[in-house]
């Protein structure tokens, strides 16, 4: 605490004492001379240190000048320089200190003051350094620094609300702005996304694959399909029912195609027959070439489904519910008038029993088709009943312990229909009618419809030129006759078609041809038949066929 501090101009020196607590050194002034003018003299008495609040209001010292080399005269205001006052009376030494060259000895008196480092601001005005009238501050003119309005802050408080409701607003503003351009884009997208999900299944007006615009053959045949026949037979009532499943893999559409019994089709040996007796008569592979030749199609396998083994496959899937259209009676009531098995009307829940019961029912003078579309509809609930996952749709076809055709497996068999059920719980899926003629035959015009575009394929009738048709209608009132007339015609190398039953037996027989061409080819089938040519005649008969026979109770097979 000894060291001296000497500003370099031969005044006092100065002896640090300490630091301030702001870290600035204190240092206290020795000074020689007796009477020495100190403008801070009355700022700055007894005691160590420099105090900051002492005074209100003083500004810092002034800054040095130490090039004046104790000259007179003021520029910025120098305490440390040696010069005169006014008119050079007296000498400014505020330290005390002599001119330079003075020698005279004197009893020092130390006069404590705080040092000021050199280049600090000077006092504002220089009369106060001149010794003249010192302004007086105190502090509760700066009273505004520490202690703010009570009005600013409420400006400032005001601003800040306005500032932050207006942010609010802003935010409110542009959030509102991005979800309602979030929601278009998503509307967008949704839309452009489902016409194209419609564009690639083919459910777009104009571009359906089930559409019978001419424009639609090119895609009609482009597509893929997985198409099996089944055959239902009535192992009590006898007869047949059959329809082809048609899965579109190309536009996720499932199809019923049921198939008239009546339908005409080329057997094997180049004869026409009808698709009831290829199915008795020829089986399983007979029938599905045939079917391919006529349709056009390609069926991978058989489903032969007996009537127990639908019973136990509807028992199994836990029922189906279908839209009856007639009330069905129970064949195994004992009395007349019990209440029919079946009822009429929508969503009829049928057991087993019930859904063998509608499937197989025709009523009395009712054609074919009535049957077939109930058939149809009976298969349509047990798809939509059916489990839509491959291997549990396997584990059902496997509990039937069916035997199936070699074409068909059942691991094939449950993955085919695991995809149809799949079709039908979504609302993919329809059931159509194969329009055939009443001689069996598919007009161009009426079978294009299903045909190219459910079954991709052309239909084609037998080849006429083949062998001569022959439309065998039974009146005799004996039901074999048909079949034998049928094997007597064909082992005459005639072309069989089946007519049907008749209403009621007739008399005698008679044999029809339309075209003065064909008269010697119905003398000849009136011989073949064994019937006088007494019963040729001509007249109106069917497109397809080229002679019409009518089997009256006159007609006698021959025991060949």
């Known amino acids: 605490m000894n060291d001296r501090y000497d500003p370099g101009y031969g005044g006092d020196q100065y002896e640090l004492v300490g630091y301030d607590e702001y870290g600035q050194p204190v240092y206290r002034q020795v000074q020689t001379q007796q009477q020495t003018y100190d403008p801070y003299a009355q700022q700055q008495q007894q005691g160590y240190g420099y105090d900051p609040y002492a005074t209100a209001g003083q500004q810092s010292p002034p800054a040095y000048d130490y090039g004046t080399g104790g000259q007179a005269g003021y520029g910025p205001y120098d305490p440390y320089a040696s010069g005169q006052q006014q008119g050079g009376t007296a000498s400014h030494e505020p330290y005390g200190q002599a001119a330079a060259g003075a020698g005279t000895a004197q009893q020092p008196r130390v006069a404590e003051q705080t040092a000021h480092i050199p280049q600090q601001a000077g006092p504002a005005d220089d009369e106060d350094v001149r010794g003249g009238p010192q302004r007086d501050y105190h502090t509760e003119q700066f009273a505004f620094v520490e202690e703010p309005d009570d009005n600013s802050e409420d400006v400032i408080d005001w601003l800040k609300f306005t500032e932050n409701r207006t942010e ?72 047949t029912a059959t329809a082809l499943l048609v899965d579109n893999t190309t536009t996720k559409r499932g199809t019923t195609v049921l198939l008239p019994n009546s339908l005409a089709l080329t057997s094997d040996d180049g004869t026409t027959t009808t698709l009831a007796k290829s199915v008795e008569d020829d089986g399983s592979d007979g029938t599905r070439d045939a079917l391919d030749t006529a349709l056009g199609t390609d069926i991978e396998g058989t489903w032969r489904l007996d009537t127990p083994y639908l019973q136990n496959l509807v028992d199994l899937i836990g029922n189906i519910d279908v839209d009856t259209n007639a009330e069905v ?185 339309a075209d003065a061409a064909d008269k010697a080819d119905a003398a000849e089938v009136a011989k073949t038949l064994g019937l006088p040519a007494g019963s040729v005649t001509k007249g109106r008969i069917s497109a397809s066929a080229d002679v019409a026979v009518v089997l009256g109770q006159d007609y006698k097979p021959s025991s060949d």
Do not use: C
């Not at 452009?192 to 045949?221: E, F, H, I």
């Not at 969503?347 to 009712?366: I, N, W």
């Open 168 to 239: 609010r607003r802003e935010e409110a503003r542009r959030r509102a702005r991005s979800r309602i351009v979030a929601l278009v884009v998503v509307l967008a997208l949704a839309a452009v996304g489902g016409v194209g999900y419609l564009w690639y299944a083919g459910k777009l007006p104009g571009l359906s694959s089930d559409d019978s615009a001419t424009g639609t053959a090119t895609a009609a045949g482009a597509q893929k399909r997985d198409v099996i026949v089944v055959h239902l037979h009535d192992t009590k009532g006898g007869g």
């Open 329 to 513: 009676p129970d064949p195994d009531a004992k009395k007349k008038g019990e209440a029919p098995l079946v009822g009429k009307g929508k969503a009829q829940t049928l057991s087993g029993k019930m859904a063998v019961a509608y499937a197989t029912y025709r009523a009395p003078g009712e054609a074919q088709d009535a049957q077939l579309e109930r058939f149809g509809q009976v298969l349509q609930g047990v798809l939509r009943k059916m489990s839509s996952d491959p291997q549990a749709a396997t584990t059902t076809i496997q509990t039937l312990a069916q035997i199936l055709d070699p074409s068909l497996t059942d691991k094939d068999l449950g993955s085919f229909l695991a995809g149809l059920s799949d079709l039908a719980k979504g609302g993919d899926y329809r059931t159509d009618l194969l329009p055939v003629q009443a001689d069996g035959t598919l007009s161009a015009q009426a079978g294009a419809g299903v045909v190219k575009n459910v079954l991709g394929g052309t239909a084609k009738s037998p080849d006429k030129d083949a062998a001569v048709s022959v439309s065998v209608q039974n009146a005799s009132g004996v039901k074999d006759n048909t079949e034998k007339a049928r094997v007597v015609l064909l082992n005459g190398g005639f072309t069989f078609l089946e007519g049907g039953t008749a209403g009621s037996a007739r008399a005698t027989s008679k044999v029809t041809y």
